[in-house]
């Protein structure tokens, strides 16, 4: 199974299954120097773990990353040698019975079928390789990129949930912190439950839209044609498990804009400074950053693991149907947040570095 790999300079290959003994990645292209802590890393790893509301999978897993190489000991922490950093974090609370009964049929939603087609074989266990569990390897990888770009900041907070839309007029991110929902919205939280535990009572799930917004990022990283910023964003977004749509700035909507609604007209402030305007572009033009905050949203797809009977197929071509048993997301998008943050991270470093290499300075 090749692709398991992305970036140029900073290159994250992540490895293991949803129901094997561990996962991790290694990053390649890490610059030396970079000094961090574990506890940097398992932050980002806390905001992922599963099990700590009723609205996540109830799997219990600690997910503490372990440094295996690439870093020497400074003071309480690390630092990096410029050698391929590898981080491992274990499972330790697979329930691989759970999905005896779908060894050899396709769950509706899921890559169960494709993967099949494609190798001869699937791991049923979790879905392998397609589990969203893949993902704890790349946030421990963004948490990394996160130290490689000065003064950068990547957050993310969940928009809608199902129907349900946060009024954008009472954004707080210290809101966001404090709800099981990522929500920026305090008053949204109250629809966000009722509405789960509807969705959860009929044995269903839902879907979820994220936002992420990368500050301070320099202006110049991106590359005309084919190495534009916004491309790897988009690029980045979309591999993550269950991501149906990616957008950048007004992304859509701007299509039902004129053309001086949708430009981000500029003018110079009294130090001399250029100042846009608006950001409808969010903070990328021409797959080069403006220096603005980088604005992308992506949409995360209903769980496909559901209770509700669904009609498939087996391997024998036969007729079933399939309701999944098993500890699942109820909604996956709310986890979706740290990972989307650490897919951002990632390709923000990769091209902050990009730029370095081929300019000589940021």
């Known amino acids: 199974m090749s692709f398991n790999t992305f970036g140029h300079m900073f290159r994250v290959t992540t490895w293991g299954e949803s129901h094997g003994t561990a996962l991790g990645c290694v990053v390649d292209g890490c610059p030396p120097g970079i000094i961090f802590t574990g506890d940097e890393i398992q932050f980002y790893l806390d905001k992922r773990k599963p099990g700590q509301s009723k609205y996540t999978t109830q799997r219990r897993e600690l997910d503490r990353v372990q440094i295996l190489s690439g870093v020497l000991p400074e003071g309480n922490g690390f630092i990096t040698t410029g050698a391929p950093v590898s981080m491992m974090i274990e499972n330790v609370d697979q329930r691989s019975r759970d999905y005896g009964d779908i060894a050899r049929q396709y769950r509706p939603g899921h890559a169960d079928y494709v993967y099949d087609i ?3 074989l699937r791991d049923y266990r979790g879905g392998g390789r397609s589990s969203a569990r893949e993902t704890v390897a790349r946030v421990a990888a963004g948490a990394l990129a996160r130290k490689i770009v000065p003064g950068v900041i990547i957050r993310g907070a969940v928009i809608a949930i199902g129907p349900h839309e946060i009024d954008r007029s009472c954004w707080d ?3 966001v ?5 990522f929500s920026p919205d305090a008053g949204a939280v109250k629809f966000f439950s009722n509405y789960l535990d509807s ?4 044995g269903s799930s839902a879907g979820a839209v994220v936002e992420i917004l990368a500050e301070h990022v320099p202006v110049g990283l991106g590359a005309p044609i084919y190495g534009k ?8 977004l979309m591999s993550i498990n269950a991501v149906k749509g990616v957008e950048i700035g007004e992304g859509f909507a701007s299509a039902r804009l004129r053309g ?13 400074n250029p100042v846009f305007l608006s950001n409808h572009a969010g903070g990328i033009l021409g797959g080069i950053s403006t220096g603005q905050p980088i604005v992308a949203r992506f949409a995360v797809k209903p769980t496909s693991s559901i209770l509700i009977a669904q009609r498939s197929i ?14 699942h997301d109820p909604c996956v998008g709310i986890r979706a947040v740290p990972v989307g943050e650490a897919m951002v991270a990632c390709v923000v470093a990769d091209h902050f570095l990009r730029q370095r290499g081929q300019t000589g300075c940021v």
């Open 314 to 327: 087996d391997a024998d071509h036969r007729e079933v149907d399939i309701a999944t048993r098993g500890r």
């Open 199 to 202: 969705v959860c009572k009929e």
């Open 229 to 236: 910023l916004d491309q790897d964003i988009a690029s980045g």
């Open 118 to 120: 494609k190798y001869g």
């Open 173 to 175: 991110w210290d809101e």
């Open 260 to 272: 001086e609604e949708n430009a981000d007209e500029m003018r110079v402030d009294a130090d001399d």
């Open 177 to 181: 912190e404090r709800n099981q929902f």
